[in-house]
């Protein structure tokens, strides 16, 4: 890496951790103006027609001001950090695209299940209770936080700082344990 290289990269750093620390606007502001249309262009050579990007972009620094207290300067630049968050919230949006919204889902009363099902579904839970509960702790708190809490694997590795192939590691490993557990 050049001196510039290094220098801007720490200048990014020190503008991030005065929106961190100070909730700088100003700083914001710069990060928002030379990072918001580079993103939007990322984002639209992934294939985001430009309103989605432009929305995209907007949850990104959103969430840039909300979370740069999880930004690590040891783990990663400001500007990989953007755009991961970036690629996650496409994916989100993707995701979110390929739900059936409201109006699509059957509605009106369903028939109740029969007893022998009822019964059936009340022991898989309770064995699946029971399958969660015999994961080793690490395993099971990720799993908590994947399934039931909703957060992607980066999510995840950013709120616990634990490294994404950690994360994705022992998910699979605990997804393992419990469908052998489910037999």
Same mark, same amino acid.
């Given at each position: ?74 783990? =990663? ?6 755009? *991961? &968050?970036?690629?996650?919230? !496409?994916?989100? @949006?993707? +995701? ?61 590795? =950013? ?6 192939? *950690? &994360?994705?590691?022992?998910? !699979?490993?605990? @997804?393992? +344990? ?6």
């Amino acid at each position: 890496m050049t001196t510039t290289e290094t220098s801007t990269r720490m200048a990014w750093v020190a503008q991030l951790e005065a929106v961190r620390d100070q909730r700088d606007q100003r700083a914001f502001g710069e990060i928002f103006q030379y990072f918001a249309p580079r993103v939007k262009s990322f984002l639209m050579k992934s294939g985001a027609p430009a309103d989605v990007a432009e929305e995209c972009v907007q949850e990104v620094m959103a969430t840039l001001w909300n979370k740069a207290q999880l930004f690590d300067p040891a783990k =990663a630049s400001v500007s990989t950090w953007i755009f *991961t &968050i970036a690629r996650n919230k !496409r994916i989100d @949006l993707i +995701r979110k695209q390929r739900r059936p919204e409201p109006e699509d889902l059957p509605w009106g009363p369903e028939s109740d299940p029969e007893q022998e099902d009822a019964l059936a579904l009340q022991q898989e839970t309770e064995q699946l209770g029971r399958a969660l509960q015999a994961l080793p702790e690490k395993q099971r708190k990720l799993i908590e936080r994947a399934y039931f809490g909703e957060l992607s694997h980066s999510e995840i590795a =950013a709120e616990t700082g634990l490294p994404l192939g *950690t &994360i994705k590691s022992r998910i !699979r490993l605990a @997804l393992e +344990r419990l469908r052998h557990n489910m037999k």
